[in-house]
Each structure stands twice: as structure tokens, then as C-alpha cells.
Antibody, heavy 122, light 110 residues
């Protein structure tokens, strides 16, 4: 079964860190470009970051550059997002998503996980 | 990385057609064919409906179609059905290895 499942969210205080995980199954993870997308409560989708299939190339939205780090372990079929110096405005559901196979890094996202909620509050 | 501009809401009766616009700039929508559309029902993950401006993934009804003219992309849903009621988001590559979503459009089926 082709799926992505995120984990690692929770309620944290401002300034702290979390590591989000996204476990992939049912497809060739090591061949897939992957993204993180977030959605604040009641708000729209917000692109966060992308990582190439081999993990060599990573790019970020300006709003998270320097605070978030995307990485992957292809031996474990797992994508990560290290989120540091969290702010209340980072409160959101974080989704991982796969780019369509055999397409460019920024092509459509054909598989999404159910998301993991991160709440930043004192 | 300003969000692409979409109408906040659109509506239509069953069987009618609706079009949702997505306006960007020559740096994003107008400059690339990596434009896609997503449907999101409340509490659910987004679902890919259109990619590469006008292509439909397997399993998406042909009632859904996409197009682009200049800096504006459009999603048209014909033969509206009750289950089409959802939020819709456009997405585009935005240059400099970044991407951007639209602000989202709430579709109401009357």
C-alpha cells in the first residue's frame, strides 16, 4: 500500500525544537523527491521545503530558512524535518508529500501523509 | 514568495460549471508549467487534481480541467456534484528553487 505517515508533532514552548518524521511505504522512496508543506489552523497550504531523492539538494521557504532542516534516510524509507527556534506562528499541521515519479522536483504532489500537528504555545 | 491570488469562495448548483482562477506573476505561474491544483476536504490531506497546468492523474474525473493564460491559471469543474464541495488550492514553482501555493478557494455546491 502506497502511503506516507508523519509523526513527531506535539505541543511545545516557543524557542524549542522538534524532529518530524515521515515514514514511506509501498513505493521506491529512494527514487522520490519529497517536500514538506504546512497548514496553520483555518489557513491555507504553505510550502516549506524540498529534498532531492539522494538527499544532496535541499531548498527552503524564506520563512523557515535557517530554522528548519529537511533530511532523509533512504535506508529507513524516512523523511525528516528538524524544526528549531519554534514560534507561535509555526503552529500548523505539517504534511510530507511525494512528487510524481519521473518528473521535476516541483511537479505535482501525488501522495500526501495525513499530517502531524505542531502547536507552539507557552 | 507571496501567495498566489485565488478568490476566497465560489459556488454553483449541481450540474453547473465553475471556474477558479489563480493569479501569479511571470516568476511563478507565468514562467513555468509546474502548476498544479489540489482538493482538500475538511480534516483531510490535499489530493492532487491537476498537474502540469492541464493533466489529470489517473482516477480524477474528466469533469476537472486546467488551463493557463499568461500569469493566470484556472481550474474548471463541470457537472458539479455534491462531493466536489471542498477547498481548492493552486500551486506553482516560483523560481530560485522555491514554490508557492494560492490562498485557497472554498467551493460551495448549492
Amino acid at each position: 500500500q502506497v502511503q506516507l505517515v508523519e509523526s513527531g508533532g506535539g505541543v511545545v514552548q516557543p524557542g524549542t525544537s522538534l524532529r518530524l518524521s515521515c515514514a514511506a511505504s509501498g513505493f521506491s522512496f529512494s527514487a522520490s523527491t519529497m517536500h514538506w508543506v504546512r497548514q496553520a489552523p483555518g489557513k491555507g497550504l504553505d510550502w516549506v521545503a524540498v529534498i532531492s531523492n539522494d538527499g544532496i539538494y535541499t531548498y527552503y521557504a524564506d520563512s523557515v530558512q535557517g530554522r528548519f532542516t529537511i533530511s532523509r534516510d533512504n535506508s529507513k524509507n524516512t523523511l525528516y524535518l528538524q524544526v528549531n527556534s519554534l514560534r507561535p506562528e509555526d503552529t500548523a499541521v505539517f504534511y510530507c508529500a511525494r512528487v510524481r515519479p519521473d518528473s521535476g522536483w516541483y511537479d505535482g504532489f501525488d501522495i500526501w501523509g495525513p499530517g502531524t500537528m505542531v502547536t507552539v504555545s507557552s | 514568495q507571496s501567495a498566489l491570488t485565488q478568490p476566497r469562495s465560489v459556488s454553483g448548483s449541481p450540474g453547473q460549471s465553475v471556474t477558479i482562477s489563480c493569479t501569479g506573476t511571470s516568476s511563478d505561474v507565468g514562467g513555468d508549467n509546474y502548476v498544479s491544483w489540489y482538493q482538500q476536504h475538511p480534516g483531510k490531506a490535499p489530493k492532487l487534481m491537476i498537474y502540469d497546468v492541464s493533466k489529470r492523474p489517473s482516477g480524477v474525473p474528466d469533469r476537472f480541467s486546467g488551463s493557463k493564460s499568461g500569469n493566470t491559471a484556472s481550474l474548471t469543474i463541470s457537472g458539479l456534484q455534491a462531493e466536489d464541495e471542498a477547498d481548492y488550492y493552486c500551486y506553482s514553482y516560483a523560481g530560485s528553487y522555491t514554490a508557492v501555493f494560492g490562498g485557497g478557494t472554498k467551493l460551495t455546491v448549492l
